[in-house]
């Protein structure tokens, strides 16, 4: 039998009440895992995890939430907790996103929107220390590798740069992304002329034409 000691200790966040409803059912009727707490955005998430005593072997994140994203969440995670693995459970296609997760620290990643009775067993392999990646994302990744895909533009910017670009392209302000990413506005304005340099644009909304284009915006 197992012991509470012994389950998957998991913590999630995700901004939609019914996904985190249907991720509490999914995970609770697992015998060897237990949902430690949730939370609907970035900066709750983080609050609960630095809570003195708190003990966790797995945190489930979305990329898209309010006050603090995915990809900023992580970025303190592996700064404060380095050895704390991170699933990444989101809309974004992996084919856009996956691969800058991973460069930032992510154990997993898996489409929301896709098959989510692999979600267990990829909570049990990243649980374990191991990655996980779906078949799709594995086909891409051995494709790219045999040098067969030509980079798209927005494969060129850094992970910050790409940051910068989705929350421009899904309408923040200036303002809204200093205070989101907890950096300069100059520094961003810095960021959105080489992410227009880079990609050979010249305004926001070629940048937005560019992301419903190549489905970066669902």
Do not use: W
Request: hydrophobic share 40%; net charge neutral.
């Amino acid at each position: 039998m197992t012991t509470h000691q012994d389950k998957i200790k998991v913590i999630f966040a995700d901004d939609d009440r019914i996904v985190r409803e249907g991720l509490m059912r999914l995970i609770t009727q697992e015998s060897d895992m237990i949902v430690v707490d949730q939370a609907k955005n970035g900066m709750e998430l983080l609050d609960k995890i630095r809570k003195p005593g708190v003990n966790l072997d797995i945190v489930l994140l979305d990329l898209e939430m309010p006050e603090k994203g995915g990809l900023a969440v992580m970025d303190d995670l592996k700064v404060e907790f380095p050895n704390l693995p991170i699933l990444i459970l989101s809309v974004n296609s992996e084919a856009e996103y996956a691969e800058r997760c991973f460069k930032k620290g992510a154990s997993g990643y898996l489409y929301k929107l896709g098959d989510l009775e692999s979600l267990v067993e990829a909570i049990r392999q990243v649980a374990q220390g191991k990655k996980f990646v779906s078949q799709k994302l594995a086909e891409k990744i051995a494709f790219d590798l045999g040098g067969h895909s030509k980079k798209q533009p927005h494969e060129t910017l850094s992970s910050r740069e790409f940051q910068v670009f989705c929350l421009i392209v899904r309408g923040k302000s200036v303002h809204e992304i200093s205070d989101e990413l907890s950096i300069s506005e100059a520094t961003i304005r810095t960021y959105r002329a080489r992410i227009l340099e880079k990609m050979e644009m010249k305004n926001n909304t070629e940048l937005i034409h560019y992301a419903f284009k190549n489905k970066i915006l669902k």
